[in-house]
């Protein structure tokens, strides 16, 4: 048991790291998605749209790994927490 926490403690700084980054890149795409929509049309806006519409769907895609993983490997802090929280 202490090796399979072990061997999930070394992936979970990198998999909080990469869904905080991901969130970050969710939120800018969408404020540029959103400012192109106004913008009138030409042909370097729609390629910016377009480009920022498919990273904002891989981002979304891969946020939602992330935070499948995150709880994956936080899942016996979450317990803990859980169970401490109902004693209460």
Known sequence: MKTARKQSGKWRAP???SAFILFIL??????????L???????A??????VCTAIHVISGILFTV????HIVYNRHTL?????RRQKR
């Open 15 to 17: 998999v909080s790291v």
């Open 26 to 35: 969710l939120v800018l795409t969408a404020i540029v998605i959103e400012t």
């Open 37 to 43: 929509e106004e913008v009138p049309y030409s042909v």
């Open 45 to 50: 806006a729609e390629a910016v749209y377009h």
């Open 66 to 69: 992330c935070g499948v993983f």
């Open 79 to 83: 317990k803990q927490y859980l169970k």
